[in-house]
Protein backbone atom coordinates (compact mmCIF):
# COMPACT_ATOMS: atom_id res chain seq x y z
CA UNK A 1 0.00 0.00 0.00
CA UNK A 2 2.96 2.75 0.45
CA UNK A 3 4.75 1.71 -2.46
CA UNK A 4 1.01 2.20 -4.23
CA UNK A 5 0.85 5.60 -2.54
CA UNK A 6 4.41 6.46 -3.63
CA UNK A 7 3.73 5.71 -7.27
CA UNK A 8 0.59 7.79 -7.03
CA UNK A 9 2.10 10.70 -5.80
CA UNK A 10 5.24 10.06 -8.08
CA UNK A 11 2.59 10.57 -10.78
CA UNK A 12 0.55 13.78 -9.46
CA UNK A 13 3.86 15.12 -9.02
CA UNK A 14 4.86 15.00 -12.61
CA UNK A 15 1.75 15.85 -14.10
CA UNK A 16 1.85 19.18 -11.56
CA UNK A 17 5.76 19.86 -13.07
CA UNK A 18 4.41 19.49 -17.14
CA UNK A 19 1.20 21.79 -16.17
CA UNK A 20 3.31 24.59 -14.26
CA UNK A 21 6.25 24.64 -16.77
CA UNK A 22 3.48 24.95 -19.80
CA UNK A 23 1.22 27.57 -18.18
CA UNK A 24 4.94 29.85 -17.57
CA UNK A 25 5.77 29.59 -20.69
CA UNK A 26 3.02 31.07 -22.98
CA UNK A 27 5.42 32.82 -25.31
CA UNK A 28 8.17 31.06 -26.72
CA UNK A 29 11.01 31.44 -29.06
CA UNK A 30 10.89 28.61 -31.47
CA UNK A 31 13.80 29.70 -33.20
CA UNK A 32 15.03 31.38 -36.37
CA UNK A 33 13.42 30.61 -40.13
CA UNK A 34 16.00 30.64 -42.89
CA UNK A 35 16.17 34.81 -43.02
CA UNK A 36 16.99 35.17 -39.63
CA UNK A 37 13.55 36.08 -38.06
CA UNK A 38 11.93 34.09 -35.25
CA UNK A 39 8.95 32.16 -34.41
CA UNK A 40 7.32 32.35 -31.54
CA UNK A 41 5.01 30.66 -30.49
CA UNK A 42 1.80 31.17 -28.13
CA UNK A 43 1.24 28.24 -26.19
CA UNK A 44 -2.29 30.18 -24.77
CA UNK A 45 -3.57 31.26 -27.90
CA UNK A 46 -2.16 27.99 -29.59
CA UNK A 47 -0.75 30.31 -32.72
CA UNK A 48 2.54 31.11 -33.90
CA UNK A 49 3.74 34.87 -34.66
CA UNK A 50 6.23 35.78 -37.40
CA UNK A 51 8.83 37.91 -35.67
CA UNK A 52 9.01 40.25 -38.46
CA UNK A 53 7.50 44.08 -38.49
CA UNK A 54 6.24 44.40 -42.51
CA UNK A 55 7.06 48.35 -43.35
CA UNK A 56 4.19 50.88 -43.61
CA UNK A 57 1.53 49.68 -46.40
CA UNK A 58 -2.16 49.71 -47.58
CA UNK A 59 -4.75 46.95 -45.60
CA UNK A 60 -4.95 45.21 -49.17
CA UNK A 61 -1.18 45.05 -49.89
CA UNK A 62 -0.53 43.77 -46.15
CA UNK A 63 -2.73 41.32 -46.39
CA UNK A 64 -1.53 39.59 -49.54
CA UNK A 65 1.75 40.36 -48.31
CA UNK A 66 1.11 37.61 -45.11
CA UNK A 67 -0.91 35.46 -47.52
CA UNK A 68 2.09 34.95 -50.34
CA UNK A 69 4.33 34.54 -47.01
CA UNK A 70 6.15 31.70 -47.08
CA UNK A 71 8.42 30.72 -44.52
CA UNK A 72 11.34 27.81 -44.08
CA UNK A 73 12.06 26.43 -40.67
CA UNK A 74 14.41 23.88 -40.11
CA UNK A 75 13.41 22.03 -43.07
CA UNK A 76 10.30 22.85 -43.02
CA UNK A 77 8.06 25.66 -45.07
CA UNK A 78 5.32 26.94 -43.71
CA UNK A 79 2.54 29.26 -46.14
CA UNK A 80 -0.56 29.53 -44.00
CA UNK A 81 0.43 32.81 -42.81
CA UNK A 82 -2.27 35.75 -42.02
CA UNK A 83 -2.56 39.13 -40.45
CA UNK A 84 -3.92 38.86 -36.92
CA UNK A 85 -7.61 38.82 -36.25
CA UNK A 86 -10.02 40.64 -33.89
CA UNK A 87 -12.98 40.19 -32.69
CA UNK A 88 -15.72 42.56 -34.85
CA UNK A 89 -18.54 44.36 -33.28
CA UNK A 90 -20.26 47.64 -33.14
CA UNK A 91 -17.59 50.46 -32.48
CA UNK A 92 -18.42 50.98 -28.58
CA UNK A 93 -15.22 53.44 -27.06
CA UNK A 94 -13.99 52.30 -23.53
CA UNK A 95 -11.18 51.84 -21.17
CA UNK A 96 -12.29 48.83 -18.73
CA UNK A 97 -11.30 46.00 -21.67
CA UNK A 98 -15.27 44.72 -22.43
CA UNK A 99 -15.47 47.27 -25.35
CA UNK A 100 -14.57 46.82 -29.20
CA UNK A 101 -12.82 50.21 -29.46
CA UNK A 102 -10.25 52.04 -26.73
CA UNK A 103 -7.75 50.29 -24.45
CA UNK A 104 -7.06 47.20 -22.14
CA UNK A 105 -9.07 45.10 -24.54
CA UNK A 106 -7.59 41.82 -24.86
CA UNK A 107 -10.13 40.35 -27.36
CA UNK A 108 -7.89 40.66 -30.23
CA UNK A 109 -4.43 38.38 -31.23
CA UNK A 110 -2.56 42.05 -31.02
CA UNK A 111 -4.26 43.00 -27.50
CA UNK A 112 -3.82 39.63 -26.56
CA UNK A 113 -0.47 39.91 -26.83
CA UNK A 114 0.64 43.45 -26.00
CA UNK A 115 -1.21 43.25 -22.35
CA UNK A 116 -1.80 39.52 -21.22
CA UNK A 117 1.54 37.69 -22.94
CA UNK A 118 3.75 40.83 -22.33
CA UNK A 119 2.37 42.71 -19.61
CA UNK A 120 2.38 45.92 -21.16
CA UNK A 121 0.17 49.18 -19.89
CA UNK A 122 -2.06 51.15 -21.95
CA UNK A 123 -2.13 54.88 -21.86
CA UNK A 124 -5.04 55.01 -19.43
CA UNK A 125 -6.24 51.92 -17.23
CA UNK A 126 -9.34 50.60 -17.09
CA UNK A 127 -10.66 53.56 -14.74
CA UNK A 128 -9.96 56.13 -17.60
CA UNK A 129 -6.60 57.28 -15.68
CA UNK A 130 -3.32 58.17 -17.50
CA UNK A 131 -0.88 55.68 -16.55
CA UNK A 132 2.44 57.68 -17.02
CA UNK A 133 3.61 55.40 -18.92
CA UNK A 134 3.70 57.06 -22.53
CA UNK A 135 6.18 59.98 -21.52
CA UNK A 136 8.90 59.10 -24.14
CA UNK A 137 10.43 56.08 -26.54
CA UNK A 138 9.24 53.19 -26.70
CA UNK A 139 6.08 54.90 -24.78
CA UNK A 140 4.25 52.12 -23.27
CA UNK A 141 5.82 49.23 -25.59
CA UNK A 142 8.22 48.59 -22.36
CA UNK A 143 8.22 44.90 -22.47
CA UNK A 144 9.25 42.93 -25.97
CA UNK A 145 9.21 39.66 -24.58
CA UNK A 146 11.45 37.22 -27.23
CA UNK A 147 10.48 39.57 -29.92
CA UNK A 148 13.19 41.37 -31.87
CA UNK A 149 10.77 43.25 -34.03
CA UNK A 150 8.18 44.37 -32.19
CA UNK A 151 7.49 48.04 -32.48
CA UNK A 152 5.64 51.07 -30.97
CA UNK A 153 3.63 51.61 -34.03
CA UNK A 154 0.40 51.27 -36.08
CA UNK A 155 -0.69 47.52 -36.38
CA UNK A 156 -3.08 46.30 -39.23
CA UNK A 157 -4.98 43.29 -38.30
CA UNK A 158 -6.96 40.95 -40.81
CA UNK A 159 -10.02 41.66 -39.48
CA UNK A 160 -12.98 43.85 -41.41
CA UNK A 161 -15.08 46.29 -40.18
CA UNK A 162 -18.29 44.68 -40.10
CA UNK A 163 -20.38 47.56 -39.86
CA UNK A 164 -19.22 49.25 -42.54
CA UNK A 165 -16.65 47.50 -44.91
CA UNK A 166 -14.03 49.71 -46.31
CA UNK A 167 -12.53 50.01 -42.27
CA UNK A 168 -10.58 47.56 -40.66
CA UNK A 169 -9.51 46.83 -36.95
CA UNK A 170 -5.92 48.05 -36.00
CA UNK A 171 -4.05 48.37 -32.99
CA UNK A 172 -1.30 50.95 -31.97
CA UNK A 173 1.63 49.22 -29.87
CA UNK A 174 2.99 52.48 -28.75
CA UNK A 175 0.01 53.52 -26.51
CA UNK A 176 -2.16 49.81 -26.39
CA UNK A 177 -5.43 51.32 -28.09
CA UNK A 178 -7.48 49.93 -30.29
CA UNK A 179 -9.79 51.14 -33.32
CA UNK A 180 -10.81 50.79 -36.49
CA UNK A 181 -9.80 53.11 -39.73
CA UNK A 182 -10.74 53.53 -43.50
CA UNK A 183 -8.18 50.82 -45.28
CA UNK A 184 -7.12 52.83 -48.14
CA UNK A 185 -6.40 55.63 -46.47
CA UNK A 186 -3.89 54.11 -43.67
CA UNK A 187 -0.58 52.99 -44.16
CA UNK A 188 0.24 50.87 -41.13
CA UNK A 189 2.75 48.17 -39.93
CA UNK A 190 1.89 44.26 -40.12
CA UNK A 191 2.55 41.03 -38.27
CA UNK A 192 2.08 37.96 -39.73
CA UNK A 193 0.47 35.02 -37.44
CA UNK A 194 -0.48 31.05 -37.97
CA UNK A 195 -2.07 28.47 -36.72
CA UNK A 196 -0.40 25.91 -34.20
CA UNK A 197 2.45 25.21 -33.44
CA UNK A 198 5.76 24.46 -35.68
CA UNK A 199 7.83 21.91 -33.45
CA UNK A 200 6.23 19.22 -31.01
CA UNK A 201 6.66 20.91 -26.93
CA UNK A 202 9.77 19.66 -25.72
CA UNK A 203 9.02 20.09 -22.16
CA UNK A 204 6.09 17.94 -22.31
CA UNK A 205 8.08 15.24 -24.30
CA UNK A 206 10.78 15.21 -21.87
CA UNK A 207 8.81 14.64 -18.68
CA UNK A 208 6.81 12.31 -19.81
CA UNK A 209 10.15 10.45 -21.09
CA UNK A 210 11.25 10.99 -17.72
CA UNK A 211 8.58 10.19 -15.82
CA UNK A 212 8.16 7.09 -17.55
CA UNK A 213 11.83 5.69 -17.06
CA UNK A 214 11.58 6.58 -13.27
CA UNK A 215 8.36 4.35 -12.85
CA UNK A 216 10.36 1.61 -14.79
CA UNK A 217 13.13 1.46 -12.71
CA UNK A 218 10.94 1.73 -9.90
CA UNK A 219 8.92 -1.19 -11.03
CA UNK A 220 12.50 -2.74 -11.52
CA UNK A 221 13.66 -2.30 -8.14
CA UNK A 222 10.34 -3.35 -6.67
CA UNK A 223 10.46 -6.84 -8.70
CA UNK A 224 14.64 -7.79 -7.29
CA UNK A 225 13.53 -7.23 -3.72
CA UNK A 226 10.04 -9.19 -4.84
CA UNK A 227 12.40 -11.72 -5.96
Known amino acids: MKRIRILILMTMLTMVL?????????????????????????????????DYSSSN????????????????FDGNVYDDWRLPSTVDGPYVFGFDGTTTGGFNI?????????????????????SGNPTGCSSSWPYCLTNTG??????????????EYADYTDNAWAFLAFNGSQFNYN???????????????VVPEPISATLFVVGGATLVAWRNRYAKKKG
Request: overall charge negative.
Open 183 to 197: KEDADFYALAVRPGN
Open 57 to 72: DTWQNQMDWADALSVD
Open 18 to 50: VFSLQANAALENRGTDSLGNRLIYDSDLNITWY
Open 106 to 126: TSSEMGHLYYTELGNLGYYNT
Open 146 to 159: PFTDLQPVYYHSGT
